[in-house]
């Protein structure tokens, strides 16, 4: 066998195919018998660059977290959809990286909590600001962790909250003024802007105004430079 078979069997792997598949596949391609067990000799090296990867000593200082999770298919018995819990750093300079991930069957706290400990035991001590998709109680998890931490709500789920709520008819509309908030050039502009937003639609839709006014995150990236 050759490098580029060994690419070929891991890519294979990495789709989610057992080795009695890849095996198949294999013979089909090369006329070469391939036994589960080179097979899965070969496909070890992802799983040491999992572990590689999950022990990994992180960088102290990141200036954003994004923290959401995605549903993906997973093959265990059979195959799932289960829940990737996915931590994303941007660093001082700019640059993406990617920090660690969790797998539960659903999005859940204690994932959460479970991810960002593991985070701080890897060297990441002083996270700028967090960025989350507002699951109930993840806010009180990261300060638990990270106390002096900033937090923002992530307004594209806001959005997708309130485009939920709203007529299909007034959607654009609601829409459209509550992007108005996030493009002023200061807080303060921003909070006024907000309170007109409640004023104009408050009366039609007081749930959406009601989960506006009890969040205390919807505006925390104004108090960062521009660049940020």
């Excluded at 890519?11 to 391939?34: A, H, M, P, R």
């Excluded at 999950?54 to 200036?63: D, N, R, V, Y």
Aim: hydrophobic share 40%; proline share 3%.
């Amino acid at each position: 066998r050759d490098t580029k078979t060994e690419e070929i069997i891991v890519n294979l792997f990495q789709t989610g195919l057992t080795t009695e598949e890849i095996s198949i596949i294999v013979e089909s391609l090369y006329d070469k018998k391939y036994s589960k067990s080179t097979i899965s000799n070969i496909t070890d090296q992802v799983i040491a660059n999992v572990e590689a990867f999950k022990q990994k000593q992180l960088e102290s200082e990141f200036a954003v977290i994004y923290l959401d999770a995605t549903y993906i298919p997973l093959r265990r018995d059979t195959v799932s959809k289960e829940a990737v819990h996915i931590a994303l750093g941007i660093k001082m300079d700019g640059s993406k990286e990617l920090l660690g991930y969790a797998i539960y069957p659903n999005e859940a706290i204690s994932a959460w909590e479970t991810l960002l400990l593991d985070l701080k035991s890897r060297g990441l001590t002083k996270p700028l600001l967090f960025v989350t998709d507002g699951l109930k109680g993840i806010e009180e998890t990261i300060l638990s962790i990270y106390p002096k931490a900033d937090i923002q709500r992530c307004l594209v789920h806001v959005m997708r909250n309130i485009a939920w709520k709203v007529r299909v008819s007034d959607r654009s509309f609601v829409l459209n003024d509550f992007k108005l908030i996030r493009k002023q050039s200061n807080k303060i502009d921003a909070m006024n802007c907000l309170n007109d937003f409640i004023l104009k639609w408050g009366k039609t839709y007081p749930k959406v105004i009601e989960s506006l006014k009890g969040n205390e995150y919807l505006l925390t990236f104004f108090d960062y430079p521009e660049a940020i």
